[in-house]
């Protein structure tokens, strides 16, 4: 499975079965209410944490 992540969107290539386990893995770490929309602002605050640091 590929995986692609722009600044506003995932995209995720592979089979469903691949695909339902990525999303489950990221309802586990992210919980069952999270949005995509969640997980990519947070990750693009995280990004942009990280590089203060540098």
Not at 23 to 40: C, F, R, S, V, Y
Request: aromatic share 8%.
């Amino acid at each position: 499975m590929k995986s692609y992540q722009g600044e506003q969107s995932i995209h995720m290539v592979g089979r469903a079965w691949q695909i339902r386990i990525m999303l489950k893995q990221w309802q586990n770490q992210w919980g069952p209410e999270a949005t995509i929309a969640d997980i990519l602002s947070t990750k693009r605050l995280n990004k942009h944490a990280n590089s203060h640091h540098d």
